[in-house]
């Protein structure tokens, strides 16, 4: 398709690197629980905040709880 961004998705098992505005999957036990862009994030990168669709407020996943993450890049 031309003209179309593919998402390509990339695990990450350290959560460094990541920053507000970056979208993201989460994962448990390899099912995708959400794909959001972070929000906020603490800075020591072991919380990060996501924001809901539609005004339904905010999630909050720890590292600490065992969640993968993967992180979602646009490429044409």
């Keep these: 398709m031309e003209g179309s961004?593919?998402?390509?998705s990339f695990e990450i098992f350290?959560?460094?690197g990541l920053k507000p505005g970056d979208?993201?999957?989460?994962?448990?036990h390899g099912?995708?629980?959400?794909?959001?862009?972070i929000e906020d994030l603490t800075s020591d990168q072991?919380?990060?905040?996501?924001k809901l669709s539609y005004g339904r407020?905010?999630?909050?996943?720890?590292?600490?709880?065992?969640?993968?993450?993967?992180t979602i890049r646009r490429e044409s």
Excluded at 23 to 28: A, F
Excluded at 46 to 50: D, E, N, Y
Excluded at 57 to 70: S, V
């Design 14 to 16: 350290d959560w460094s």
């Design 57 to 70: 407020g905010e999630r909050t996943y720890r590292r600490e709880d065992g969640w993968q993450i993967r």
């Design 46 to 50: 072991s919380i990060i905040r996501l």
């Design 5 to 8: 961004m593919t998402p390509m």
């Design 31 to 37: 099912l995708v629980v959400a794909r959001r862009v």
């Design 23 to 28: 979208e993201i999957e989460v994962l448990d």
